[in-house]
T-cell receptor
Framework: GAGVSQSPRYKVAKRGQDVALRCDPI?????LFWYQQALGQGPEFLTY????????KSGLPSDRFFAERPEGSVSTLKIQRTQQEDSAVYLC??????????????FGQGTRLTVV | GNSVTQMEGPVTLSEEAFLTINCTYT??????LFWYVQYPGEGLQLLLK?????DKGSNKGFEATYRKETTSFHLEKGSVQVSDSAVYFC???????????FGAGTRLFVKA
């Protein structure tokens, strides 16, 4: 596709419900990132994949958060037993190569998750 | 740890005014520095970048110079347009890790 695509764009979940957020990166992009953006804040790093390997998951806030990229392309971020503090915009980004100085990442429009 | 601090918004300017959005960072060594822009209803886009001290990044009339002595990367534009209304994020990437660290963002409104 032309850019990074995320779905759904909006998701309302009841507290305790599980959710799955999808990211389709730009075709051929090696690196994929997930970020969480709270209202009025900058994006906060969650996790990083290089192809199918999850090389950094240090930003995942709890063991309720899980991400996968089984075939090195599409990625899914899963949140189990959602809590109100999980309400945020979840951003996916991809880049052509592995991360290095000046590497540009291309961002999707995000999924806005609201937990009620 | 590494961090980015940018001026709080919103910033409201009239068309053709001069823009400065301040950004300072804390990091060891020599991070790469970025400005990203988020237009209404769109995803984050890279605006400009600089990868070493004294480099100047520029794009669409915007400029920022990587100043190691002041640990700053201020964004400037000589004459803003209504179409520049957006949220601007300063960010850094430190080699050896995988994460880009963002500031909180500065919302810019430009009035006709």
């Amino acid at each position: 596709g032309a850019g990074v695509s995320q779905s759904p764009r909006y998701k309302v979940a009841k507290r305790g419900q599980d959710v799955a957020l999808r990211c389709d990166p730009i075709s051929g992009h090696v690196s994929l990132f997930w970020y969480q953006q709270a209202l009025g804040q900058g994006p906060e790093f969650l996790t990083y994949f290089q192809n199918e390997a999850q090389l950094d998951k240090s930003g995942l806030p709890s063991d309720r958060f899980f991400a996968e990229r089984p075939e090195g392309s599409v990625s899914t971020l899963k949140i189990q037993r959602t809590q109100q503090e999980d309400s945020a915009v979840y951003l996916c980004a991809s880049s052509l190569a592995g991360m290095g100085p000046g590497t540009e990442a291309f961002f999707g429009q995000g999924t806005r998750l609201t937990v009620v | 740890g590494n961090s980015v601090t940018q001026m709080e918004g919103p910033v409201t300017l009239s068309e053709e005014a001069f823009l400065t959005i301040n950004c300072t960072y804390t990091a060891t060594g020599y991070p790469s520095l970025f400005w990203y822009v988020q237009y209404p209803g769109e995803g984050l886009q890279l605006l400009l970048k600089a990868t070493k001290a004294d480099d100047k990044g520029s794009n669409k009339g915007f400029e920022a110079t990587y100043r190691k002595e002041t640990t700053s990367f201020h964004l400037e534009k000589g004459s803003v347009q209504v179409s520049d209304s957006a949220v601007y994020f300063c960010a850094l990437f430190h080699t050896g890790g995988f994460k880009t660290i963002f500031g909180a963002g500065t919302r810019l409104f430009v009035k006709a």
